[in-house]
């Protein structure tokens, strides 16, 4: 399984960015698919999840509000709308995958990971 994620770039604070991650060479609907972030000198974190059908998410509570996570199983796509966006967002972002239908959006692993997209955020 390769998932490639994209649709990072440069804005300011207050703008809104849409990244994308796309998954091939597996079965996209057996996915619970995340995102999580890593700035520079900190540790990777959680960011949004949701459950295989979509029909559940999650998010951490510092982009509550801000972000949604969302997927469409016939593209095999997970999608992450950022919105008012703060400079502390600033940091690569990843997309990940479990493989599990488990009702609850919180992956417990990373089967997958693809690259990273690098997020700026401007003051």
């Known amino acids: 399984v390769q998932l490639q994620a994209s649709g990072g770039g440069l804005v300011q604070a207050g703008g809104s960015l849409r990244l994308s991650c796309a998954a091939s060479?597996?079965?996209?609907?057996?996915?619970?698919m995340g995102w999580f972030r890593q700035a520079p000198g900190k540790e990777r974190e959680f960011v949004a999840a949701?459950?295989?059908?979509?029909?559940?998410?999650d998010c951490a509570d510092s982009v509550k509000g801000r972000f949604t996570i969302s997927r469409d199983n016939d593209k095999n796509t997970v999608y992450l709308q950022m919105n008012s966006l703060k400079p502390e967002d600033t940091a690569v972002y990843y997309c990940?995958?479990?493989?599990?239908?488990?009702?609850?959006?919180?992956?417990?692993?990373?089967?997958?990971w693809g690259k990273g997209t690098q997020v700026t955020v401007s003051s």
């Open positions: 990940a995958a479990e493989i599990s239908r488990r009702i609850v959006a919180r992956l417990v692993r990373a089967d997958y």
């Open positions: 060479g597996g079965t996209f609907s057996s996915y619970l």
């Open positions: 949701v459950t295989w059908s979509g029909g559940r998410t």
